[in-house]
T-cell receptor, first 116, second 119 residues
């Protein structure tokens, strides 16, 4: 069965601190996608990144970076020098590419509060 | 171009009434998904449409829920005889290509959602 676990329910940091959001997944498939989405207070889910199971290279985009480790089934997300605008709920999700439906299996989300 | 749009943004209804929620996917996107976000259940998949293929309805919680997609574009999610536990935010997403295989899986882009409150 597929499952995504985000053990951190809520994190509070002060602006300019670095913060890492953890994501651990379970799947029996060898081919799959992992995603991170951001949900700001406005409510809309905003796509941040997609990573396929054959690409374990870490990725950096501005202040955001992602660490994908198949050995530990983890896909962690780090925000460097956090800002108040980063305050949101962040969801990690899994999609199994082999399935006929590429539905997303979401974690329960991590609420990040960045204090000024 | 325009993103995924949904209407209405908010819907308040009385228990037992039927409701219709609408989704306009990104132009050219062939795959369309409905999800539900509620406090107790988190984000959960409801139904998936891809081109002219039969939809995957495996996530629909009961036979009171149905959805259709007309002309391969706009989709309507219908909830009959609403119950209080149907209260949630209903999210629609679309992707350029949906299907099997690593090369076909694409990114789902979400609309702003419809907040449904059943009194």
């Amino acid at each position: 069965a597929q499952k995504v676990t985000q053990a951190q329910t809520e994190i509070s940091v002060v602006e300019k601190e670095d913060v890492t959001l953890d994501c651990v997944y379970e799947t029996r498939d060898t081919t799959y996608y992992l995603f991170w989405y951001k949900q700001p207070p406005s409510g809309e889910l905003v796509f941040l990144i997609r990573r396929n199971s054959f690409d374990e290279q870490n990725e950096i985009s501005g202040r955001y970076s992602w660490n994908f480790q198949k050995s530990t089934s983890s896909f962690n997300f780090t925000i460097t020098a956090s800002q108040v605008v980063d305050s949101a709920v962040y969801f990690c999700a899994l999609s199994e590419a082999r399935g006929a439906t590429n539905k997303l299996i979401f974690g329960t989300g991590t609420l990040l509060a960045v204090q000024p | 171009g325009a993103g995924v749009s949904q209407s209405p943004s908010n819907k308040v209804t009385e228990k037992g009434k039927d409701v219709e929620l609408r989704c306009d996917p990104i132009s050219g996107h062939t795959a369309l998904y409905w999800y539900r976000q509620s406090l107790g259940q988190g984000l959960e998949f409801l139904i998936y449409f891809q081109g002219n293929s039969a939809p995957d309805k495996s996530g629909l919680p009961s036979d009171r829920f149905s959805a259709e997609r007309t002309g391969g574009s706009v989709s309507t999610l219908t909830i009959q005889r609403t119950q209080q536990e149907d209260s949630a935010v209903y999210l629609c997403a679309s992707s350029l290509v949906g299907g099997t295989g690593l090369s076909l899986t694409d990114t789902q882009y979400f609309g702003p959602g419809t907040r449904l409150t059943v009194l």
